[in-house]
């Protein structure tokens, strides 16, 4: 099985990438979404994974986030084989707002217009995408809306909240909370989500779109998640407890699991715990 990965020198990417013994196609390896001749690879492949985006929240920078975002992941789908199977990484926050009004957040909550940036809006835009050229050129599709998805630190990325607090953790930095870290999130290894691409490899769904994230059981308080890293690394953490960040939208967010584990038979398999002794 021949696997390309896009952003495969990215912050998850490499990690996908590794696992997989993929290819990779992104800029750091001399390859743009945005050249027909560089996207046409991915005709040779059996899977393609697509993580590649540009991910700045600025409005100065809209127009630039919608070309790679969108116009790159409509060459990409150009280039795709019949029968092959595409895999695109989403985020839960296409759902904005709307995502407070549920405790487990479903893929059925609403996706309108709720202040998203153009990098939320970008993401829902290319989906669409994903959904018409799967069907009109007939190859297997996976959308999945990523929570938070953590990895170990790579060279010249940049990571995550999670990992990004177990980096002040270990160069003895103070970390800024929101909301005195009262917000919960559900967060998911790295090496759980390779395993829900391997989970709809292998799956006989056609096309298929999923929240994807840690669900209840890995939902934690971000003043706990720290207090977690604690206990885990052995450090002792400084939070900045007079300068919080804004409060974020949603304030909550665990992801709904139901529909992944009924078509695919997924959950994740690696515990908090375990996950985060991987970041020290």
């Not at 584990?261 to 970041?279: H, N």
Request: hydrophobic residues 35%; contains cysteine.
């Amino acid at each position: 099985m021949k696997v390309l990965v896009t952003g495969g020198s990215g912050f998850l990417g490499t990690h996908i990438r590794s696992s997989f013994s993929a290819d990779d196609l992104s800029r750091r390896s001399g390859l743009d979404l945005l050249n027909l001749q560089d996207v046409q690879r991915a005709e040779d492949y059996d899977v393609v994974i697509h993580l590649a985006a540009q991910l700045d929240k600025s409005p100065e920078s809209a127009e630039e986030i919608f070309l790679n975002n969108v116009e790159g992941t409509v060459n990409l789908l150009k280039a795709v084989s019949e029968d092959s199977t595409f895999i695109f990484a989403s985020t839960k926050d296409v759902y904005g707002r709307f995502a407070d009004n549920h405790s487990e957040v479903p893929e059925t909550c609403q996706t309108l217009y709720s202040g998203q940036t153009a990098l939320e809006w970008s993401k829902l835009i290319a989906e669409k995408y994903v959904a018409y050229y799967a069907h009109q050129r007939n190859f297997r599709s996976c959308i999945y809306r990523l929570s938070t998805v953590y990895a170990p630190a790579s060279e010249g990325n940049t990571p995550n909240f999670v990992t990004h607090y177990a980096n002040l953790i270990n160069n003895g930095e103070r970390i800024q909370l929101p909301q005195n870290g009262k917000p919960i999130r559900d967060i998911l290894h790295v090496e759980d989500f390779a395993e829900a691409c391997r989970a709809f490899i292998d799956s006989v769904i056609r096309h298929g779109l999923y929240n994807l994230g840690g669900g209840r059981k890995n939902a934690i308080s971000l003043r706990d998640l720290v207090s977690k890293m604690e206990e885990v690394s052995g450090y002792q953490a400084s939070i900045d407890e007079q300068n919080p960040l804004p409060q974020p939208v949603p304030v909550n967010y665990v992801s709904d699991l139901s529909l992944i584990r009924q078509e695919l038979d997924w959950a994740p398999g690696i515990t908090i715990k375990q996950g985060l002794k991987s970041l020290f």
